[in-house]
């Protein structure tokens, strides 16, 4: 399992950035792909996570409405859509992924604990 992200960058408030997820080794089919950051002295979140299997989608709420997660299937590639960005939003962000089979049924698929593979990271900077 292979995971790379990029397309991080300096945005200013209510920006655009499209983030971007590399995978490879495994089949998309059967796993849950996560957005998660991390902010400078904070613990790491599940902004968006989708699970290819059930369709199952979850948005943090900070982000409803302005991030939308989605899938090329052409190249298994996953990508992060952030729109109208603010300042809040500054974090390292990265991808992660595990086989749906072993998250929890019934329960948030976006919970970092249920997650063992992760890309490197993304900066991503929201500043004027």
């Known amino acids: 399992v292979q995971l790379a992200e990029s397309g991080g960058g300096l945005v200013q408030p209510g920006g655009s950035l499209r983030l971007s997820c590399a995978t490879s080794?495994?089949?998309?089919?059967?796993?849950?792909i996560g957005w998660f950051r991390q902010a400078p002295g904070k613990e790491r979140e599940g902004v968006s996570c989708?699970?290819?299997?059930?369709?199952?989608?979850y948005y943090a709420d900070s982000v409803k409405g302005r991030f939308t997660i989605s899938r090329d299937n052409a190249t298994s590639t996953v990508y992060l859509q952030m729109n109208s960005l603010k300042p809040e939003d500054t974090a390292v962000y990265y991808c992660?992924?595990?086989?749906?089979?072993?998250?929890?049924?019934?329960?948030?698929?976006?919970?970092?604990?249920?997650?063992?593979?992760w890309g490197q990271g993304t900066q991503v900077t929201v500043s004027s």
């Open positions: 992660a992924t595990e086989p749906r089979s072993f998250l929890p049924y019934g329960r948030s698929i976006c919970d970092v604990s249920d997650y063992d593979y």
């Open positions: 989708i699970s290819f299997t059930d369709g199952d989608t």
């Open positions: 080794g495994f089949t998309l089919d059967y796993y849950v």
